[in-house]
């Protein structure tokens, strides 16, 4: 068990690119989530996908964003178009439906900052 | 809408003392609440959860309780060590199978050698 591994951990862009990143979760997990967290705010949800179905949409994803887990296993998140207020910890979490704790395995985040 | 209050403030202790760290929320009726801890550039770590139905957990050092009238949730950490000083996150979870969470804005807890 390696745990939750995002990629980059940092990412520095100019405003009006588009950026990418990468959420490989805990194997056996079948449930990925991602949340986006602000300097002294906690994490806020933004989508979760079980298998390669993504489940639920948070209002917060506008449509520069979008997430993929192709084949269930690693997951994607995309911004386009980067605006300065995208600028965020990008957190990616795993867990195992099923199971009745609910808790959610984090990965270290990816900090976007957009110039 | 759902709200979620942790104090905005530190808290500083004296290593040795127990930490009490407060969480309140407003218009939701969650299922279970879950605290993670979270170090500075780091992602959130799962400590406890804690049901709706249940008043009290403990984990070592570690105790929650959950008053559902009161919709507050206390946590406790006894014996406090300076490896204690981290973000203390509050997340609430409802009756639907996603497990997705609202959290808090945090703690800071300072212990002091």
């Known amino acids: 068990d390696t745990g939750v591994s995002q990629d980059p951990r940092h990412k520095i862009t100019k405003r009006g690119q588009n950026v990418t990143f990468r959420c490989d979760p805990i194997s056996e997990h079948n449930r990925l989530y991602w949340y986006r967290q602000t300097l002294g705010q906690g994490p806020e949800f933004l989508t979760y996908?079980?298998?390669?179905?993504?489940?639920?949409k948070s209002r917060l994803l506008s449509d520069r964003f979008s997430a993929e887990r192709p084949k269930g296993s690693f997951s994607t998140l995309e911004i386009q178009r980067t605006e300065q207020g995208d600028s965020a910890m990008y957190l990616c979490?795993?867990?195992?439906?099923?199971?009745?704790?609910?808790?959610?395995?984090f990965g270290e985040g990816s900090r976007l900052t957009v110039l | 809408s759902q709200k979620i209050e942790q104090n905005s403030e530190a808290l500083n202790i004296q290593e040795g003392k127990t930490a009490t760290l407060t969480c309140n929320y407003t218009?939701?009726?969650?299922?279970?609440l879950q605290w993670y801890r979270q170090d500075p550039g780091r992602g959130p770590v799962f400590l406890l959860l804690?049901?709706?139905?249940?008043k009290e957990k403990r984990k070592e050092r570690l105790k929650v309780t959950f008053d559902t009238t009161l919709k507050q949730s206390l946590f406790h950490i006894t014996a406090s060590q300076p490896a204690d000083s981290a973000t203390y996150l509050c997340a609430l979870g409802g009756m639907d199978s996603s497990y997705k969470l609202i959290f808090g804005s945090g703690t800071r807890l300072l212990v002091r050698p």
């Open positions: 996908f079980q298998n390669e179905a993504q489940l639920e």
């Open positions: 979490a795993s867990s195992l439906a099923g199971r009745n704790t609910g808790e959610l395995f």
């Open positions: 804690i049901r709706e139905n249940e």
């Open positions: 218009n939701y009726s969650p299922a279970y």
